[in-house]
């Protein structure tokens, strides 16, 4: 399990690191809300620990930013706010939990373990779409704008929700792997490859974004203008 604490009060982060590790749970850390929406934008986690009050940009509108981009990491409000308005605020904003400072160790723990059990399609409840191509996560089905469809085994469906949700970005075969088949796995990495080769060929028939080998770091879901841009540099 890995989580992205975004939390400015230093002393705290490293406790949660602390904490976490001695959990078995590894986590980044990001001082404010800037730095903490391009890591959670960009790499994959099991939950986010988000604090209310960052530098830069406040944790609801990381937390926005990040929904409206359709991040659907599960999100732990942290605040010292205990107004009911202030819980509210921050629900609407799309976190799943909320958490009053000063709170107990053990607590915090639970509330992320909770999080993490939470059933996929109570998190992943939006179409995705690429080009022509959109795909719904819980009935594993891809659809274009002509009304061609086609259902997904589950892992196909995992991958390319992964894949969709960060298009235009390099996932490493490690990432993808651990979020597919679970960190403690023993999956070989052509068991993926596999189930790449797949999804590509069901793609291909769209005509639309396509999966990109990136050598010895893994693949990458591009769009014909993204695939344009990284041939011209």
């Known amino acids: 399990m890995r989580v ?115 059933p996929a399609e109570l998190i992943t409840d939006v179409w995705l779409q690429c080009e022509n191509l959109r795909f719904d996560p819980l009935e594993r089905t891809l659809m274009t704008q002509t009304g061609e469809s086609e259902k997904l085994s589950p892992k196909e469906a995992q991958i390319l929700e992964l894949l969709m949700k960060h298009h235009g970005q390099v996932l490493t075969r490690r990432q993808l792997m651990d979020n597919v088949w679970g960190y403690e796995a023993d999956v070989l990495e052509g068991v993926l490859d596999t189930y790449v080769h797949h999804l590509r060929r069901r793609l291909s028939q769209f005509q639309g974004p396509t999966i990109q080998t990136v050598r010895g770091v893994g693949y990458s879901l591009r769009s014909a203008h993204q695939r344009a841009e990284s041939d011209k540099s």
């Open 4 to 118: 992205l604490i975004i939390e400015d009060e230093k002393k705290l982060s490293e406790a949660l690191v602390r904490l976490l590790f001695e959990e078995g749970i590894s986590a980044d850390v990001a001082y404010d809300g800037e730095d903490g929406y391009l890591l959670a934008s960009s790499k994959i986690y099991d939950a986010i620990i988000l604090d209310r009050m960052l530098p830069s940009m406040d944790g609801l509108s990381v937390l926005s930013k990040l929904r409206k981009a359709s991040v659907r990491t599960p999100v732990l409000m942290l605040t010292a706010r205990d107004g009911i308005p202030d819980r509210v605020a921050g629900l609407n904003a799309g976190a799943d939990d909320y958490l009053v400072k000063p709170f107990a160790t053990e607590e915090l723990i639970a509330r992320i373990r909770a999080l993490h059990r939470r």
